[in-house]
């Protein structure tokens, strides 16, 4: 996951004891990390340009230069690498998935060239491990397929939806069906052309004592009579085209029941489902978008003056360099212990250090980009660099999959208990 990967075991410990930080990763995963930068350097980056152009352009289609690298990609081979089953993918485990997704992650639209793109790898997770037989084939078939885009609709503008359980959308029983009412808001992907199916979080049961037996998902296809998407939603001005984040309303949306999502009531549990592998996946890619702004940083300080010397030269952008270079590492050895975990033990048993890495690595990555911008003067805040689109999206992953401070909440809950009794 990066040059620094290769962390031999002690000679002196057990293996056990030496498993949670032996990164050396096995020759399938090598083999699928060069073929990846191969296409990289063949396909994505000579394209950055060409990208943005076509985004605006064709807004909210997708661009052509995408759908050519995503047959491109199918191709080789290099398709939905995130899914752990091997029906649908090449069945690699969080650990193997990790320095694949730092590769994508050094263009922030890269990953869906491989099908490997948020919402959709949540999306598609849920469907596997919730969904009935018919919803699998109705919906997961095309999203494996890349053919469609899919969004998750659970942020709300009227509440802190940080609480899950503060949402007030209703998905209320009405014969053989359910009648759904809210307002929704950042929803990622709702204004792509192609998406085509929204998974919806809400209250069915309000007055349940057990606040977590109140939610409800249900799957929504888009153009069910009441779904409105009202606008895109830019953030730092940017409405990253053709997904985009969306306001949607919900007027009186009728779906039948067979659209449920494993049961009424049980909406938090396949949110918690979710939203782990999700969160370990932002992190992933926000690794390789710190790498690059390292790398980047390297090389321009080495090629400008100041003051009669190279940039390289001074000591303060030495100093920067420095604490770069060592955040960045230390954010991949977090990430990388906590997909060993996930692997190991579960989701649930990983989650203290799933937390870590959601609270830590998204800030480092900010700090890594606002650095590298620094030195690359006025030109970083451009397009002609990667690194302003990039800290925008480190900058919302601190907001996206629960904010820093409901996981440092928990997280500090977690750590107390271990350590006080």
Same mark, same amino acid.
């Given at each position: ?43 994505? *980056? ?50 193997? *998935? ?43 078939? !095309? ?29 209320? !029983? ?248």
């Amino acid at each position: 996951m990066g040059r620094f990967h290769d962390v031999p075991a002690d000679n002196n410990t057990t293996e056990e004891e030496s498993s949670p930080m032996n990164f050396q990763h096995s020759e399938r995963v090598q083999d699928l990390q060069r073929q990846l930068t191969a296409f990289m350097d063949e396909h994505v *980056y000579p394209n950055e340009h060409v990208f943005a152009r076509q985004a605006k352009e064709q807004r909210w289609q997708s661009p052509t230069i995408l759908e050519t690298l995503k047959a491109k990609a199918r191709d080789q081979g290099l398709w939905n690498l995130f899914m752990p089953d091997e029906r649908y993918g090449p069945g690699l485990s969080n650990s193997e *998935y990790a320095p694949l997704a730092e590769i994508m992650g050094r263009v922030f639209w890269a990953a869906e060239a491989f099908n490997c793109n948020a919402p959709d790898t949540g999306n598609m997770e849920v469907l596997l491990k919730y969904g009935t037989d018919a919803q699998r084939e109705r919906w997961l078939t !095309p999203l494996l397929a890349g053919e469609i885009r899919s969004a998750f609709a659970m942020t709300e503008p009227a509440v802190a939806s940080s609480d899950a359980t503060n949402v007030e959308t209703s998905i209320l !029983p009405d014969g053989d069906d359910y009648v759904i009412n809210g307002r929704k808001w950042f929803i990622t992907n709702a204004m792509h052309e192609r998406c085509e199916i929204f998974i919806v979080m809400g209250k069915s049961d309000p007055d349940n004592p057990n606040r977590h037996l109140q939610q409800t998902q249900i799957l929504v296809p888009r153009d069910t009579p009441g779904l409105s998407v009202i606008r895109p939603l830019s953030t730092f001005g940017y409405f990253e085209e053709p997904g985009g984040h969306a306001e949607v309303l919900f007027e009186n949306v009728r779906v039948p029941k067979e659209n449920l999502l494993l049961g009424e009531g049980r909406g938090f549990e396949v949110a918690q489902g979710r939203l782990g592998p999700g969160r370990i996946h932002h992190c992933m890619r926000l690794i390789g978008a710190a790498q690059r702004a390292l790398e980047m940083a390297c090389q321009r300080v080495e090629s400008r003056e100041v003051f009669g010397r190279k940039l390289s030269q001074q000591g303060s952008v030495r100093e920067s360099i420095a604490q770069m270079a060592s955040k960045v590492e230390m954010c991949r050895l977090l990430t990388l212990r906590a997909a060993a975990k996930m692997d190991s033990d579960g989701t649930k048993e990983a989650r203290d250090l799933i937390a870590m890495a959601k609270i830590m690595v998204p800030q480092m990555t900010s700090e890594v980009l606002d650095m590298a911008i620094q030195m690359h003067g006025a030109g970083g805040f451009t397009e002609d660099y990667f690194m302003a689109e990039a800290f925008n999206y480190a900058r919302w992953c601190r907001m996206a999959d629960g904010p820093d401070q409901v996981h440092m909440m928990a997280l500090g809950k977690q750590v107390i208990g271990q350590y006080s009794n």
